[in-house]
């Protein structure tokens, strides 16, 4: 099945609508929609990390980047020459054109377009080795979780829920990466880890509405 994967993602739809009419004028399928962390492990509920997703198949991917760019080529020939992208030094722009995805692409044209005025010509083959080795190091498990492994356990043995979400969460949450795949974020041991203390508090959680089943009960 051909899922849509998030490509960009927006502070507002209004923001994100140059793009969603560039993709509806070269007939690219797309799927938006907020998105919002899949587990607040502050539990504050903030607003501020809902974001407006524009999500496009896989495959597209590279050939969006490519529209856009061709895009952006048009537009930088009427760049304000007080753009803020004209004080970088060479190593800031040529960062930008290795982090494309921290940066939106008219910026990452710019950049290459400042850095061949400056007679700095990038090689293309270069940049996307870097990006290739970029995304391998994020794809790497994150670091041990173990201030969350050990709440996790205090909280599934009590029958908390909030165990129980936090077990979920190191089990199966995944990161996406620039080029639209996503990784399991944590590694094969902390996920055992979340697993089981995901186990733990849905135990813990049945041995609580039990409790409280059979006190009724008795009070009757």
Do not use: C
């Not at 990390?49 to 061709?70: G, I, K, N, S």
């Not at 994150?142 to 492994?149: D, M, N, R, V």
């Amino acid at each position: 099945m051909n899922k849509f994967l998030p490509y960009q993602s927006f502070a507002s739809e209004i923001v994100a609508q140059p793009l969603l009419e560039l993709l509806e004028r070269h007939s690219f399928p797309v799927e938006t929609g907020w998105a919002k962390p899949d587990f607040d492990v502050s539990m504050a509920n903030n607003a501020t990390d809902t974001r407006f997703v524009v999500r496009l198949h896989q495959a597209d991917f590279e050939r969006a980047h490519q529209v856009e760019d061709e895009e952006n080529e048009a537009l930088i020939v009427h760049a304000a020459p007080d753009h803020y992208l004209f004080s970088f030094s060479d190593e800031e722009l040529f960062d930008i054109l290795v982090k494309p995805d921290e940066w939106n692409s008219y910026d990452v044209s710019l950049a290459r377009h400042i850095l061949r005025q400056r007679g700095r010509e990038v090689s293309p083959d270069t940049v996307q080795l870097l990006r290739r080795h970029r995304v391998a190091e994020m794809a790497k498990p994150e670091p041990s979780q173990k201030a969350w492994i050990m709440a996790g356990y205090l909280f599934a043995v009590f029958g908390g829920i909030v165990g129980m979400l936090i077990g979920w969460h190191l089990h199966n949450h995944k990161k996406p990466l620039p080029d639209g795949t996503q990784v399991l974020a944590f590694s094969a041991l902390d996920r055992a880890h979340g697993f089981r203390i995901l186990l733990l508090g849905l135990f813990g959680l049945l041995l609580s509405i039990l409790g409280q089943v059979v006190g009724t009960d008795g009070q009757l």
